[in-house]
């Protein structure tokens, strides 16, 4: 049996173990600015890949990412892997039931979201395919098709995360905008395997084009509906019947196997039949959240981000970027999708802001964009320009979503108190016995972070705290005050073994001690984080391990992780 | 750059698919006749491959399988990663506390554990290598060394499981046991990379046998001492500044992955590294059971079943077997395992019974030895005939482990409840309202299970009710009695809505009901069964989702899955 050498094994593990931790120390820095993971993911690949780290050590490039031979076909069947199993969560996270619920105006929405950027998209691509970056010697009819889909696909993964950092997931609005994302996802991933039959790139078994497309469709209708009904009663069994967990994952892992298998062999993409494997099987409610979680967890941490990274291995970035193109496609997608849904928001009767939010929102490319060029660029399809400029298009557009949602509809993100937390103003162990004596130490440590006088915020907390007294219960107090001269808010934390009394209604000492300062001027930020505070510390077990705390890492890691 | 072709990619995700569904699925068969999943898992392959189905359908076969191409070695890369994952999760497993808590004596075992079987077997290979199954060619010493070391290295997965089956893990001699395997793996795969290292297999860059050897102690050197350290330094950071669970999935599996390339590359296997990282990261206090639960789950479901049945596919196990080096192997490797630790136990003081139970308790070899033989299979150390012949061995010491323990210490396992429960004596709604008539609801589905008489059933409870009523509050009661002419427990559950007067403690109505039967002759049982009940549905949450079930299987799957 053939193997892979010595060599080529020393190189697959190196290559997998930097491009997972470039991968996810980029994606952790992307997050800091509010950013999508899958950017700071990309551009970890782009630099280990040809467009920096090649260019400056080609040899080393060569070892640890080889562009032929078993290294570079383990880690292509390897990626494949990734994307399939990204491609099944993705598919887990849609949620057919909430297009039935939002009814006929989601699906307005979602078919008015892939007709306007389609007709769009094929125009451009129709009518100026220069402009577009049609390769020479390209069917025009398939580019233009390509091109007509790429713009009209959403990104429902990225589009879930914007909204539920905005805490507009549960709203109506954002129920409208998921059902009509997933609604859009299904119809273009049904509409791009069509276009990949058309393609032909099927083997020597060769199933004609007709063929291809009507095992594509029924094999979508089938999983949407018999396999969808059939895993709903195997889910259970497996249940009372197989090992737990490892009978549900198994379970859920081959069937997206075999499904992408199928699709693989019926001439479009093995991701397909993954994706609608995910959609059947999310569907269950027997599915438990434990599993949903291990797969998501296993797949979002360590799949997806060595697929994305590997992306950027995969092309020049600098060499084969093309203003011109990028802001061309980039201005053509943007318009397509935010008119589209925009238009049909409004004629649905939303208000104007609520219509132009619906197609910000939509407009998130994300990941599937990406992986819907990287097949076309594999297909010969298209080249490395346009490859390139669909990966900024669906990064910037992406970017755009979530501050544009904000605006449009004149939002706040609610602050969270460890934005204004720091090491400085972290007491692990408070010496004071008193109230008093313990709002001095806190508000000192505040004063100095905050350049204003210690003994100007001692006084204020106390005045509050004469009003009314700030142990709100559990083992928990809140001294608070609105300082003049404070630009952003301050927070000081302190411990106190012993317990202090706050004159809480349940009558118990308090041994965690939040002071907080806000600013005069800004009216909410002082309850935003009283609430934050609450939700954080309701569960009896977090505050019984909060006494545990050694250091402000260990504090953080467990408000940050549980 | 060289990528699979469609054909590879379809052969590639049904062959996963169907090893992983194959795999599953025998094991889960294994797990029901108590025994090691591994062993359905390999039996999965050894059906996927030569030995059955690519005898009887070699064309298929060799489309799935493929023996060589990109099939094969992208096959050959995902099997490499799947079982350096699966060190990952076994050094995650070690608990070096365990072997300082158990000091000296945990030290003599594991010593003993590893000499005296090393002894033996270098011997047998060294002086009758024929009976052995040296391969012609093959060097004697070599040879003899890595038969000795094959011999001497426990499975520390399958011991920990059976002792846990066993209600031994927590006791004195279980954590000894546990103590000595740990040490014993530690030494094993040690030895076993310096024998690898003197195999010199290391390609052109070719460091020499002294640096190898050098180089894989100071590694371990390092892993076990600094790199502990650090790691149990960056856990908290890395909760409290990355995302979770992302953060330290990531670390982790980037860690093993490039320690998995480092030992790879000085020229012993990438496991190895995989291994020591998992020692590593195991050790440190901050890594959450959440976080270990996520990789073992998955590595466990998903990539261990992937690779076990992937051993079925590299040797045709029916042409292959050889019955007297079967045989050979399996008396030499008890032999020198049970007596090297059975001496050392009653050397070191403990008793006969206890003595014997440590031996057969680390005879078990389970997935490691058959990953061992693997590789001096891949290095061409030994020949088909005995790596089937290792991996036989593997599973029938594994095989023999949990009950010769459990006669030698005349054990019985505590018995469940569920295990004489079936859908017959399973009452979804007891249309009874008081308690006469629940009774008689359940005993009459369980006397048609059992072929007793309903109204002796009847009386037998409705006698012990009298004298003591069976509510136990919570919601819960347990009416039984002990009945001539049974053979073996019979149970029956009923769910009542409403509720029904047990006379429990709380005073609360009885909505979840167990009639217990159990045998004259068997004193032991009702116990059992009663403590299972109370352990299964001590839980809040457990006792208020009970309401909801719809069926025997959903039932069970509440029981069983939580």
């Known amino acids: 049996m053939q ?43 782009i630099l280990l890949g040809p467009t920096v780290f090649g260019a400056l050590a080609p040899a080393w490039s060569t070892f640890l990412f080889p562009q032929v031979g078993g290294g570079a076909l383990a880690l292509d069947g390897l990626m494949t892997l990734a994307i399939t199993l990204f491609l099944l969560v993705a598919g887990l996270e849609v949620d057919l039931s909430t297009i039935w619920r939002q009814g006929k105006l989601a699906i307005n929405v979602g078919v008015a979201g892939i007709v306007v950027p389609f007709a769009v998209g094929f125009g451009a691509a129709w009518f100026v395919p220069q402009l577009m970056g049609i390769e020479a010697g390209a069917d025009p009819l398939l580019f233009a098709l390509f091109m007509a889909t790429a713009l009209s696909i959403s990104a429902l993964p990225v589009i879930a995360k914007t909204l539920m950092d905005l805490n507009l997931y549960r709203s109506d609005l954002g129920m409208l905008v998921v059902a009509a994302a997933v609604f859009n996802d299904l119809v273009g ?6 276009i990949l039959g058309l393609l032909g790139t099927a083997p020597a078994h060769a199933l004609s084009i007709g063929q291809t497309i009507g095992l594509t469709l029924l094999f979508a209708l089938f999983m949407l509906t018999a396999a969808r009904w059939l895993i709903n009663r195997v889910l259970p069994w497996l249940h009372a019947h197989a090992s737990w967990p490892g009978g549900v994952l198994g379970f ?5 196997l075999v499904a992408a298998a199928f699709t693989e062999w019926i001439g479009i993409h093995a991701i397909f039949g993954a994706f609608l494997a995910g959609v059947a099987l999310g569907d269950s409610r027997h599915l438990r959240e434990r599993t949903r979680a291990t797969i998501e967890q296993f797949v979002s941490f360590i799949f997806a981000p060595l697929f994305f990274a590997g992306i950027g291995l995969k092309v020049n970035f600098v060499a084969q970027f093309d203003l011109l193109l990028v802001v061309a496609v980039l201005v053509i997608a943007t318009l397509g999708k935010v008119l589209g849904c925009g238009l049909a928001g409004l004629l649905s009767g939303l208000g104007k802001r609520e219509a132009w939010a619906l197609g910000f929102g939509m407009n998130a490319r994300g990941a599937m964009e990406i992986i819907l060029g990287l097949l076309a660029l594999k297909y010969g399809l298209i080249g490395e320009r346009l490859f390139v400029a669909l990966v900024i298009m669906a990064l910037v557009t992406s970017l755009m979503s979530g501050p544009l949602l904000q605006h449009v509809l004149r939002l706040k993100k609610p602050r ?53 007294a ?15 001269g404070l630009d952003r808010p301050v927070v000081a934390v ?3 073994a012993a317990g202090i009394d706050f004159d809480a209604p349940d009558g118990r000492p308090a ?3 939040f002071l907080l300062l806000t600013p005069v001027h800004d009216d909410g930020v002082q309850l935003e984080l009283l609430a934050d505070i609450a939700t954080v510390f309701k569960g009896e077990e977090i505050r019984s391990r909060v006494g545990q705390v050694a250091s402000f ?10």
């Open 3 to 45: 193997t892979l050498t010595h060599q080529e094994i020393t190189a697959m593990f190196l290559a997998l173990g930097l491009l997972l931790a470039s991968a996810r120390l980029f994606g952790e820095l992307a997050r800091r600015f509010n950013q999508p993971a899958v950017l700071g993911e990309i551009l970890a690949g």
């Open 511 to 513: 041994q965690l001690i």
């Open 189 to 194: 991933w049904i509409v791009f395997a069509v």
């Open 494 to 496: 302190g411990l106190s």
């Open 252 to 256: 859920a892992l081959a069937l997206a």
């Open 416 to 468: 969270r108190f460890t934005d204004f937390l720091s090491a400085r103003t972290y007491v692990n162990h408070i010496q004071a016995r008193s109230r008093p004596e313990a709002v001095a130490e806190l508000a000192k440590a505040a004063a100095a972070v905050a350049g204003l006088d210690a003994a100007d915020v001692i006084d204020g907390v106390m005045i509050r705290e004469e009003i009314m």
């Open 553 to 562: 890492t260990e504090f953080l890691a467990l408000v940050r992780s549980g």
């Open 470 to 484: 700030t142990g709100i219960g559990h083992g928990l107090a809140v001294p608070h005050a609105r300082m003049r």
